[in-house]
């Protein structure tokens, strides 16, 4: 900051953390507006104007603003292209030949679990929960809802292996994020963070695999309707093996540790490679890419999974992004923040109270903006000098910040990665937060080792 900002008082701290959230809840939970765009931009007006009557001039709320949007501008670019590559990977065939052979070979007594692990397993492989959420997801979701599993249920298992990747991946900016920020080495953090995912994984794995199936009673008609769906997809979708190039592109690419905006060009490129060696024209593929994908197969089940994706369809969850990020600027720049952690660090006087508090400070970053990123990296700076002065090494401080601000920002339901598989799927994380087993576990075995 070119000038210094003085910190507010506790209670004029809470005001400008209080009135705006309230603000965001209200419009969330009493008047139900979904995506809460407005709710969160009236936030940001709110959070702007207790700062300026705090004396916060005009120019150093819009720097912060303006800064909390650079350090996260590559999820913009994350988010477009993975809305595009969605449709492609549908109108190419991968999405329906991974359906196909999922009905095909899924034991649904087993479903759960292989959806955590294949979800974990791609998302570490590619390092972006979207990109698995919005391709591994979006088939298993199929699958699952071919088989007669709730759509909560189903989601559950998913969102948590994605989640699981994109916090341990050395390709995810979320892993790289919160090891720079706290100045921790790449892989000493991914070892650090393995003492509190590794147990909380085993936990879950051992819960989706007893799960069982929900619908035993109605065995007849799940098969019925999977057979529909099998046969549909054999006269409608290619399912040539030429459709698993997009997926080989991508986990290939990543595997080399290609960067994740190019590793994603050129997975989209691999699709639509794919579709006009199928037939498809390059007009319908830009339409695709940029609107989405419209299935028009007859059988109604089939046509909702398929029709879906499209950089338009992500336009929500970016301006939710973008609303986000700018509030969180202001609290961080006017203060505020400041001096709420000043307030914990005096109560937080044990290695177990000061883990406990970064999560929980994590978790209310999350809850007033529903940003991944900002609750990281605003987190990881404001205790860093604190674990500093304790002796507690850097790899403790980042990996407590990615058990709560990575694997609970899809849990809240106004957050950005929430509203991303509300874009994609329809279903609200209301419905899924029961299932994630692994994200309530990871901070929980956080405060054990603390």
């Known amino acids: 900051m070119s ?6 008082a506790l209670w004029q701290a809470a005001v400008m953390i209080l009135i705006p959230v309230g603000i965001i809840l209200y419009g969330i939970v009493v008047m139900r507006i979904m995506p809460p765009v407005v709710p969160l931009l009236l936030a940001v007006v709110a959070a702007a104007s207790c700062a300026l009557l705090m004396g916060v001039p005009w120019e150093t709320l819009q720097r912060g603003m303006f800064d909390a949007l650079t350090r996260s501008q590559i999820a913009v670019y994350i988010l477009i292209l993975v809305g595009a590559l969605i449709a492609v990977w549908i109108q190419c065939g991968t999405i329906g030949m991974v359906i196909y052979w999922g009905l095909k070979l899924i034991s649904a007594k087993w479903f759960f679990l292989a959806a955590f692990i294949v979800a974990a397993v791609a998302s570490t492989i590619t390092g972006t929960s979207f990109g698995c959420i919005g391709t591994v997801g979006v088939a298993f979701y199929g699958i699952g809802t071919a088989l007669g599993y ?29 090891a720079s920020n706290c100045e921790t080495d790449l892989f000493e953090h991914i070892g650090s963070m393995m003492y509190t995912t590794f147990p909380a994984a085993l936990v879950a794995c051992i819960c989706y695999a007893f799960m069982g199936s929900p619908l035993e009673g109605a065995g007849d008609v799940v098969d019925a309707q999977v057979r529909t769906i099998i046969q549909t997809l054999e006269q409608h979708s290619n399912l040539s093996l030429l459709t698993l190039l997009p997926p080989l592109t991508l986990f290939t690419l990543a595997w080399r540790r290609f960067p994740v905006v190019p590793t994603l060009v050129l997975s989209i490129l691999a699709g639509v490679l794919v579709a006009l060696l199928d037939g498809a024209s390059v007009d319908s593929l830009i339409k695709t890419a940029t609107s989405g994908f419209v299935s028009d197969t007859g059988v109604k089940s089939v046509d909702v999974l398929l029709s879906r994706g499209g950089m338009l369809s992500v336009l929500p969850t970016l ?27 005096k109560w937080a006087t044990t290695l177990a109270r000061l883990i406990g508090s970064t999560l929980f400070v994590a978790f209310c970053i999350l809850l007033g903006t529903g940003n991944m990123m900002l609750a990281s990296i605003m987190t990881g700076r404001a205790f860093a000098g604190t674990y500093r002065e304790r002796g507690i090494h850097s790899k403790v401080l980042s990996r407590t910040c990615e058990d709560s601000a990575t694997v609970l920002s899809i849990m809240i339901p106004w957050s950005v990665p929430a509203f991303f598989v509300m874009g994609v799927l329809g279903v609200s994380a209301w419905e899924f937060i029961p299932y994630c087993y692994f994200n309530i576990l990871c901070p929980v075995f956080a405060l054990i080792y603390a």
């Open 319 to 345: 301006l939710l992004f973008v609303a986000s990020l700018s509030f969180g600027g202001i609290l961080e720049i006017s203060g505020v923040f400041g001096t709420i952690i000043d307030v914990i660090l």
């Open 150 to 178: 709730p759509a909560g249920m189903i989601l559950g298992p998913i969102v948590g292996g994605a989640m699981l990747g994109d916090k341990m991946s050395p390709v995810s900016d979320s892993t790289n994020i919160a």
């Open 3 to 8: 000038e210094t900002v003085r910190k507010p």
